[in-house]
T-cell receptor, first 112, second 115 residues
Framework: DQQVKQNSPSLSVQEGRISILNCDYT??????FLWYKKYPAEGPTFLIS?????DKNEDGRFTVFLNKSAKHLSLHIVPSQPGDSAVYFC???????????FGKGTKLSVIP | GAVVSQHPSRVICKSGTSVKIECRSL??????MFWYRQFPKQSLMLMAT?????????EQGVEKDKFLINHASLTLSTLTVTSAHPEDSSFYIC???????????FGPGTRLTVT
């Protein structure tokens, strides 16, 4: 039973356009959400996060949106750059716990 | 720069031998560290939570006698894969929780191949 779902295993976007990566969750106890970027044979790198008390968090080209009622969050990257090509993992955490539950990841390819 | 290091980055061992992987927190003292395993094209699966000075907490289905975890100091946790078998071949990643902050920092991972 996957509590964090990334239903798109891959996404291709033209350089300069917007990349939108989606994530759905089922556990209503999750109150903190994170996005990680991962290159092959490397550990994940933290990108951006959002608390459940917010619906948007922005950091440079990266914006995360949270829709609690729909149990859905998305990561927007604009403009997309070839260096953004990687696997993006959505992760969630319950209140009072440090344990992260990860989705399966979405492989983003930004085409020059 | 990296805040969490792992050693070795790659290891090949023979079936039946044991392998130790080290995870170090470089910039902060981590009372809690995590060990994950990732199979190709799969998510990161949490294996265990390592708490400094106490026994690790293992996730369901993870054999604690096979995957020995030691968190002897605030900056070092080790994972020992005992009596390794080819099915233990995987990418093992550790992470450290910076106390008081929300982010977990990951190591670069260790590729274990058991022949």
């Amino acid at each position: 039973d996957q509590q964090v779902k990334q239903n798109s295993p891959s996404l291709s976007v033209q350089e300069g356009r917007i990349s939108i990566l989606n994530c759905d969750y089922t556990n209503s106890m999750f109150d903190y959400f994170l996005w990680y970027k991962k290159y092959p044979a490397e550990g994940p790198t933290f990108l951006i996060s959002i608390s459940s008390i917010k619906d948007k968090n922005e950091d440079g080209r990266f914006t995360v949106f949270l829709n609690k009622s729909a149990k859905h969050l998305s990561l927007h990257i604009v403009p997309s750059q070839p260096g953004d090509s990687a696997v993006y993992f959505c992760a969630a955490r319950e209140a009072g716990s440090y344990q992260l539950t990860f989705g399966k990841g979405t492989k983003l390819s930004v085409i020059p | 720069g990296a805040v969490v290091s792992q050693h070795p980055s790659r290891v090949i061992c023979k079936s039946g031998t044991s392998v130790k992987i080290e995870c170090r927190s470089l910039d902060f003292q981590a009372t809690t560290m995590f060990w994950y395993r990732q199979f190709p094209k799969q998510s990161l699966m949490l294996m265990a939570t390592s708490n400094e000075g106490s026994k690790a907490t293992y996730e369901q289905g993870v054999e604690k006698d096979k995957f020995l975890i030691n968190h002897a100091s605030l900056t070092l946790s080790t994972l020992t894969v005992t009596s390794a078998h080819p099915e233990d071949s995987s990418f093992y990643i550790c992470s450290a929780q910076n106390p008081g902050l929300n982010e977990q920092y990951f190591g670069p991972g260790t590729r274990l191949t058991v022949t």
